[in-house]
């Protein structure tokens, strides 16, 4: 696939870095496939620094392993991290709803359920879908951005993005294995029902029940890709 521009502008270096990355994310770049500059270089129609400086980028952030004198390999996914990771945005998110309801703020919790209930809406064309579709992704982290704003510590979600995308990768394998899209949008409706219902334990619950997502299908996705998975 060639990425130049329809004017024949040569793509930034920033688009090559994310796109790259999305592929990544995506399983496009499978865990564990050698990808090379010159290769990069000529699909994206830019220099090897180019790709040298994005591969540099995705290492830094977990996603590409280089290994010098044998090469650059996309990485492999580490069930381990993926779980301790899904503890600390657990705990992260709970803190949240815990702040939210705690201040039985009624207007607060009216604001929040009315736009997460406009987002569920919009969630709702997904349910039969069976992948974890990019647009679905970006109404799933709406969805959590505004629990996190509605007590102002959107900060914190920053701080985790970059490790978060872990888990985006693994998601891939949570809903396609688990056949579980249209069980994330009924995760996402009971989180929305117990933020009405104002019981942030019941609410805590719910929100721990929808990110614990390896227990179920974790045998399961290295059975069928073992060659995708750290062997731990």
């Not at 499978?30 to 180019?50: D, F, H, K, L, W």
């Not at 991290?81 to 009624?106: N, W």
Request: proline share 2%; hydrophobic share 40%; aromatic share 8%.
């Amino acid at each position: 696939m060639n990425y130049m521009k329809s004017n024949s502008q040569p793509v930034s270096a920033d688009f090559v870095f994310l796109n790259i990355r999305k592929r990544i994310l995506k399983l496009e770049l499978e865990p564990g496939s050698r990808i090379s500059e010159n290769q990069m270089a000529e699909e994206y129609g830019v220099s090897r620094t180019v790709i040298r400086n994005a591969f540099a980028r995705l290492n830094q952030l977990g996603l590409l392993s280089v290994y010098p004198q044998r090469g650059t390999y996309v990485s492999l996914i580490d069930l381990k991290l993926i779980g301790d990771l899904l503890i600390l945005r657990t705990a992260v998110e709970k803190e949240e709803l815990y702040e939210l309801l705690s201040q039985k703020d009624d207007e607060k919790i009216q604001k929040l359920v009315k736009e997460l209930e406009d987002n569920l809406e919009k969630q709702e064309a997904y349910r039969n879908v069976e992948g974890y579709d990019l647009e679905f992704q970006k109404l799933d982290s709406a969805f959590h951005r505004a629990i996190a704003e509605s007590v102002e510590r959107y900060n914190l979600i920053k701080l985790l993005e970059d490790l978060m995308l872990h888990i985006s990768r693994w998601r891939n394998f949570d809903v396609a294995l688990g056949n579980r899209m249209s069980c994330l949008i009924d995760e996402h409706r009971r989180i929305v029902d117990e933020i009405r219902g104002g019981d942030f334990i019941r609410a805590q619950q719910a929100m721990a029940d929808h990110l614990e997502t390896i227990s179920e299908i974790r045998d399961q996705a290295k059975e069928k890709y073992p060659q995708y998975f750290i062997n731990i």
